[in-house]
């Protein structure tokens, strides 16, 4: 079976993901900085040799003889991926658990190749270290839907948080003064 593991900083909250723009949702910024910096990781390490991923078809060919209650899967539509998230925050009332599964999914299934919507199972956990914040994701490529599989020794770690600098805080633009009559002529009397 092949696993992939990794340590990234916090996600932003699902609340702070979107933002509204000209009548529609987008990413916020803060999501942007987020998304952009663990693309960029993911390139580097793969282009480092640090992150290896087998193409679709050799990992279709790895599944090819296992004996399952279901069909080994065939095409590249049918690779099952697990994914465990392991959120440590500062405090156990941090967030809500949930909040940044979405973004992390999507960027880890960009990163390997692999469509999300082959997640077939997800596990998350909520941990408190209040001294190292982060998030510990554990991908598995799955022969197949049996989920009997034997627990496996996890992959080594790649941490890619020194790969997503502090978002800088946004210069605020000066408020515009709106034109008073009565105070211009006060300033002028």
Not at 69 to 76: D, F, G, M, V
Not at 103 to 123: F, K, M, P, T, W
Not at 126 to 149: C, G, H, I
Request: hydrophobic letters at 40%; glycine letters at 2%; one cysteine or more.
């Amino acid at each position: 079976m092949q696993q992939w593991r990794f340590i990234l900083p916090l996600p932003p909250s699902i609340n702070h993901q979107y933002t509204e723009r000209d009548g529609r949702w987008v990413l916020s910024r803060e999501a942007r900085h987020y998304k952009t910096h663990l693309q960029k990781a993911f390139k580097r390490l793969k282009a480092s040799g640090k992150l290896q991923t087998k193409s679709l078809d050799a990992l279709l060919s790895l599944f090819a003889d296992i004996e399952t209650p279901h069909p080994a899967p065939r095409t590249q539509h049918e690779i099952f991926l697990q994914l465990r998230l392991e959120f440590f925050f500062k405090t156990a009332q941090r967030r809500d658990l949930d909040n940044g599964l979405k973004i992390v999914q999507d960027l880890v299934c960009e990163a390997l190749g692999v469509d999300d919507r082959n997640v077939v199972a997800v596990e998350l956990v909520k941990r408190v270290d209040p001294q190292n914040p982060r998030l510990e994701v554990t991908v598995s490529a799955l022969p197949s839907w049996d989920f009997s599989q034997p627990n496996l020794q996890p992959a080594p770690a790649l941490d890619l948080r020194p790969f997503v600098p502090p978002l800088k805080p946004q210069r605020t633009k000066p408020s515009k003064r709106t034109f008073s009559l009565a105070d211009w002529l006060a300033e002028k009397g």
